[in-house]
């Protein structure tokens, strides 16, 4: 029985192999077998698809090869795999096949990612999420008898693109199905207004908007998942999530979490909601036409001086339609259908030429890393600096060199909790090294700066990335623990 298998399995090889050659033959590729003429010199020339060996994430990215038959034999089957530290870059193949002597054979193979657009189109791209990064590749050669020429290496660098930031503000508002007070009480459908603004400096893509609840029984989500792709720096997205507290909803909270999410750049925040379930509630005046509101008036999200500042009119009185009346505001309607309440005593005024400036009380730190510009050392260590500030307080800021903590700081106790900076060296070991910054304001919202850097040999030459996270520093765990 062995041996049958053993000749099905033979006869399964040689059809599998006579198809590649053919398919090759098709590409120009002689793979015929040959016979063993001897060794022959080869002249190798690696280059990439981009100048100076150097590309922006998201952007077309290859690796070139040219091989020369520099000597008098014929060289059979050869090939070449990439062999590098970043996975992405990792073993792709190369194939030229026979090269006769004064022959010269090209093969260029994509090092980004391959995907067909709604055209059946081939588009080969690096990921758009790649930080800034320096990497080696080692192209490693075979050769059907044994005559295979040296392994040669190039140093490539990919600039990161500009992140966007996501600032953003939440107003739940019973402007569905219930009393319209702005107090959501069991038995109304509100909806959530999530006002989103790119404060970074580049552009979102693939963009989500997302509720979930989190609060099991009792809270039916009615619209959940939204699309708002590519927000510009400085622009504005609102969407409307609607929910439903049924009547047999037992708690005194609805807990909700939002997010927003770029699929492409994996820039994301998210953040837990709790929504106050009132016991009762009064019924609002029913009021018409217009309303126009002084410089300086406030707009909350409910009729009390203490519920959340949605924004605040300048440059001039701003006029806008009334709805209702209770205990001493007005309930106004915004742009996007949006419902707030304005104080009656900031309803009556005159003039126009104002504007309602927005409130955004959701905002991750603004987090500023300088490595120096240089991302290859041949230093055990690189020095980093920067700063982090933010609207309501910056908490902490710490550093990863891969998966080990390198560095901490409480902001507790300082002067100026809205602000920090930093200063240290991290340390390296050889090969690509993943550093990694984050400032928070809780453990909700936080900003987070990623780089790679390589560290070099002495003598310039590539070094091995340790492949396990008690060799991150070249230093094995216990030794570390004896210190």
Known sequence: MLADASNVIGEVSEREMN??????????VDWSEGTDQGPSTVDVQVSTTNPNDRANAGDPFGLKVRVTNTGDKPLFRLRAV?????????????????????????????LGVCETDDDDQRQCRLPKDMPDRADGIKV???EEHGHAPQTVEIRTQVEALPRPQFAYSVHVADDIEGNGDGRLQRGEKASLFLRVKNVGEGQSYETHANLRNLSGRGIVLTAGRFRIDDIAPGDERVVRFSFEVLDDFERDQAKLEISVIDADLRESVNENVEVPIASGGGQPNRRSGRVTLADGAEVRAAPDANAALLGRVSGGALAVPAEAELGGFVRVQLSDEEPGWVATDSANARGRGGQLNRTYDHMPPELHVEHGGELVTRDDSIRIRGNARDDQRVRDLYVYAGSQKVYYDSNEGNGESRAMSFDTEVPLHGGINYVTVFAR???????????????????????ETPRHDDQLFGVPVEREQED
């Open 140 to 142: 490693v050669f075979q």
């Open 441 to 463: 304001e809780s453990d909700e919202v936080v900003s987070r700066r990623l780089f790679v850097v390589r560290r070099d040999a002495p003598d310039g030459s590539l070094m």
């Open 82 to 110: 990439t062999d590098s530290a970043y996975r992405l870059f990792d073993d792709r193949e190369l194939v030229f096949g026979r090269l006769n002597p004064g022959e010269s054979r090209e093969w260029t193979t994509t």
């Open 19 to 28: 198809r590649a050659i053919a398919d090759l033959r098709r590409l120009g």
